[in-house]
């Protein structure tokens, strides 16, 4: 399931049980085609704050990895 939020009050996203279309961190729209950065629990980020993170998931301190196309 999703990534368990530990952002503190007030920043529980209930959204969040779908499909992940926006970072996590800023709020920014992620294209479904586009780049993204997600952790094992599928935190989603944009690639600007997970460069900033150093790849590092905020939530649970996994790693941030590119998010794989549908392509297979
Ligand atoms: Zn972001
Ligand atoms: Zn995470």
Redesign the pocket.
């Known amino acids: 399931m999703a ?1 368990y939020h530990a952002n503190g009050p007030g920043e529980v996203d209930i959204m969040t049980l779908e499909m992940k279309t926006r970072c996590e961190k800023c709020g920014d729209a992620l294209s479904q085609d586009g780049s993204a950065y ?6 989603t980020f944009c690639p600007k704050c997970a460069a900033a993170m150093k790849s590092v ?6 790693e ?1 990895v590119p998010r794989p196309s549908r392509t297979t």
Request: with cysteine; proline share 7%; net charge negative.
């Open positions: 990534c997600i952790c094992s629990y599928e935190c998931c905020p939530n649970c301190g996994g941030l």
